[in-house]
């Protein structure tokens, strides 16, 4: 009725905007304007036209469209008959509707290399995600870079997209759909100001608000903002108003991340909160004793398990384990968990006491049951027990740290504090074998020439040598002086100049060895050639010999 | 008379009995339990199977301050024996790596080890590391376990309880102790005093044996010269390394007695 003439009043208090700024919130809102055509076809078939179809009240219809089919004036929801007759010689494929959705799936897997906030957009019928970059972008080099990257690489593989950041999810989502670019970026803490000339659609409304909005002649997010929010709501519903606030920052809106959901879960809900730990321990073991059947019937065995504990006031405690191998034995994993529970125990607060348990194999993988071995005439192979190490690996990091149980590792370096490392027991490969792929036994230096100890970095000592290129006479190392008898050397052995980036101290080094009066043999080496690269030497101990 | 005779049966039963029951408490390996050292003129010296307890507590200790990198080498020279290519558990207290720093996987082979055998627990307090070792002798897979520390030994009470473990599973603990924390008594099956000696060699000093029958002579020791200075050794040739045929033993003179 013609009553309802949009009369703007001039003084509407507007809500003032949340303050974002403490908080800092970035969204960042895609959108996939063509994905089910440019999942489905191959990128270098995209110039001819490409549309999907699908069976919708007895007719068939279009579902997607590519941009050369859009280009031919065809469109999403045309009957399927009309679009051949204005295009005879179209591609046309029916819709799975898993497609669209498998794919999606897979990108916001693929997404989290941005950010660990991603979530799927919850409006129908839009193929689009949403992340929360707060605290992100800066590791790409700022919010424009990010999004460069993010639309470069969509681009290369010939998927188009309409990217926004803004404050709010509302504001983001309405920018990347309506905005008038395909990489907006709303200032931070104007996110609002950004989508007011936004037609109403880009609200998330429902189609038949959006017509009533048209037919009362609001064509703008502003001509909406201003009217009080009351009159809003009788005339729309709650629903509109809620998403105008959203998008305004208003009013708040979570986002949802879709974390894969591990598939190897026990929960165990208490009548009851309990208070001790020991009967959480037992209880734990109850569980191993389910999730490993659970493992063992599916043939996996856990790398990861993740243990929470929910208090009755919802305060949540996790706590979660590494395994070296896969396992899925319950004692095993019972003893890890319990190790755990035990260190725990310091610092735990049952406070009104826990109510659920949950425990989850987070991260699993193959157990491969090792065949017995043939001895027919054949003497029996001893073969490496790795599943009996990795569970003493598991036990022993548990306890002490999964940084300090190490094994030896060897790099293909010159430089003899690069050439050793340690890698904790986890991160290395249990059989030991395939790590020195870079090291040949040519270039291997004599094990005799090697100290049996290795200082962490060489410390410099004071050395009195009869001449500067020669091996010490005798040396002070930790107020100790020690007089040379017998000395080995000098091993030159130069700096590698192929590493980009060239190494703190690159000079030539002569190694020493050398024997004291006591018969104590150590390691040490002169920092430089003597008139060539350095004009005053300096002196390094840098290992000891058995 | 007849009484008589049958009370000196019964009592000469006895004694062997508890004789038996005493020679199980006494350390003293069997013919299938002792490993040689890997030194002839040492093995003579072990009776009665020429040979070091596998089951037992080894303690090697540095003479003074200097030396603790000598003993560490010959106590991963008799772990390496005592391995015979299973996994070797090493611990180093954190003090021990500050000093130190970690034992450096190339010259792994001039003790007889290679690298892959080794796993390492870099720095640990003492009590974890005691808790460590007792579960790294737990586990089949092991063939020694290897702790270093240099100032602080485990107690009395400590060092009994991991010789009674070791004891059980049949798995040695080599316990390398530098010169402050080898003062301190423990109680180990067989314990060493190591100190370098000029022209790359050990002196070692075996300064007790338990369970031995033929007691070693007071302060029996010997030179050492671990390695020939031509001798090969790469990581194929490791188990040839650690035989006794080429490992010589250069002078063999008792110090003292």
């Given amino acids: ?546 | 008379m007849r009484e008589k005779k049958y009370q000196a049966e019964q009592r000469r039963l006895t004694v062997n009995r508890l004789r038996h029951k005493l020679r199980k408490f006494e350390l003293v390996p069997t013919a299938g339990e002792a490993v040689p050292s890997g030194f002839e003129a040492i093995d003579a010296c072990l009776s009665p199977h020429h040979g070091l307890l596998r089951g037992g507590l080894h303690e090697i200790c540095a003479a003074k301050t200097g030396d603790f990198a000598s003993a560490a080498g010959f106590g991963a020279h008799l772990a390496a024996q005592f391995a015979d290519g299973n996994a070797v558990v090493s611990g180093q207290t954190r003090q021990s790596v500050g000093e130190h720093g970690r034992p450096y996987a190339l010259a792994l082979p001039t003790v007889g080890l290679i690298r892959q055998q080794l796993i390492h627990i870099n720095g640990a307090d003492l009590p974890d590391l005691l808790w460590a070792t007792e579960e790294a002798l737990g586990c089949p897979a092991v063939g020694c376990v290897v702790l270093m520390s240099l100032e602080q030994a485990p107690d009395f009470t400590a060092s009994r309880r991991l010789s009674m473990a070791c004891r059980a599973v049949g798995r040695p603990l080599v316990l390398v102790l530098g010169a402050e924390a080898g003062q301190a008594s423990t109680a180990a099956t067989t314990r060493w005093q190591i100190s370098a000696a000029p022209h790359n060699s050990w002196q070692v000093r075996l300064q007790r044996l338990r369970g031995s029958f033929k007691r070693p002579p007071p302060m029996a020791g010997w030179q050492v010269f671990p390695w020939r200075e031509t001798l090969p050794v790469s990581d194929d040739t490791v188990s040839d390394n650690t035989t006794p045929e080429s490992v010589s033993v250069h002078a063999t003179a008792a110090y003292g007695s």
């Fill in chain 1, 1 to 546: 009725m013609p009553q309802s003439t949009p009369h703007v009043p001039p003084q509407v208090p507007v809500l003032p905007a949340l303050d974002t700024a403490p908080t800092g919130r970035r969204i960042v809102a895609i959108w996939f304007p063509h994905w089910l055509s440019e999942i489905v076809m191959p990128a270098e078939k995209r110039d001819a036209p490409f549309v999907l179809a699908e069976h919708q009240r007895g007719t068939q219809r279009l579902a997607a469209v590519n941009i050369a089919a859009e280009a031919c004036g065809l469109y999403t929801g045309m009957a399927l008959a009309d679009a051949r007759a204005l295009v005879p010689d179209m591609h046309i494929e029916m819709l799975d509707p898993a497609w669209g959705v498998a794919a999606l799936d897979k990108c916001a897997r693929w997404l989290r290399r941005y950010t660990p906030w991603v979530g799927a957009d919850t409006h129908p019928d839009s193929h689009g995600l949403l992340l929360d970059i707060s605290g992100c972008a800066h590791l790409f080099g700022g919010e424009r870079r990010m999004l460069d990257d993010m639309r470069a690489r969509f681009n290369r593989r010939g998927i188009t997209c309409c990217i926004a950041v803004a404050d709010t999810i509302g504001s983001a989502w309405a920018l990347a759909h309506y905005g008038p670019d395909s990489l907006i970026i709303a200032p931070s803490g104007h996110g609002a100001d950004a989508v007011m000339d936004l037609p109403p659609g880009a609200l998330r409304l429902p189609e038949d608000a959006c017509d009533l909005c048209r037919r009362l002649g609001l064509d703008s997010v502003a001509a909406l903002a201003a009217f009080p929010r009351t009159s809003l709501t009788r005339r729309f519903g709650p629903y509109p108003v809620m998403r105008l606030e959203q998008a305004l920052g208003q009013a708040g809106e979570m986002l949802n991340p879709c974390v894969p959901a591990p598939e190897f879960i026990v929960r165990e809900n208490l009548a009851q909160g309990i208070t001790q730990l020991d009967v959480i321990a037992s209880l734990t073991q109850n569980m191993c004793a389910t999730l490993a059947a659970k493992l063992f019937a599916a043939g996996q065995g856990a790398t990861r398990l993740d243990l929470v504990l929910t208090r009755a006031d919802n305060e949540m405690q996790a706590l979660s384990v590494r395994l070296a191998a896969p396992s899925a034995e319950a004692d095993h994993l019972a003893r890890l968990l319990a190790t755990r529970l035990e260190r725990m125990s310091r610092g735990f607060d049952a406070g009104c006491g826990v109510e659920t348990l949950c425990l989850a194999a987070s991260a699993t993988a193959d157990v491969i049951t090792p065949q017995a071995p043939l001895t027919l005439g054949h003497k029996a192979f001893k073969a490496p027990p790795v599943a009996v190490l990795a569970s003493l690996f598991d036990r022993l990091a548990g306890r002490l740290g999964p940084q300090v149980v190490v094994r030896p590792v060897v790099h293909a370096s010159h430089i003899p504090e690069h050439a050793v490392g340690y890698r904790p027991v986890h991160a290395a490969p249990l059989s030991g074998e395939a790590d020195d792929a870079g090291l040949s036994t040519a270039t291997a230096p004599e094990p005799q020439t090697r100290p049996l100890f290795m200082l962490c970095a060489p410390e410099p000592i004071e050395v009195i040598a009869e001449i500067p290129e020669g091996a010490p006479y005798r040396f002070r190392w930790r107020r100790v002086l020690h007089e040379v008898a017998r000395a080995q050397g000098p091993e030159r052995i130069s700096p590698e100049w192929w590493p980009s980036a060239r190494r703190h101290n690159s000079l030539t080094r002569d190694y020493f060895r050398v024997e004291d009066r006591n018969g104590c043999r150590f390691w040490i080496y002169r920092d430089g050639l003597y008139g060539r690269e350095t004009g005053r030497v300096r002196w390094f101990m840098h290992g000891v010999f058995p």
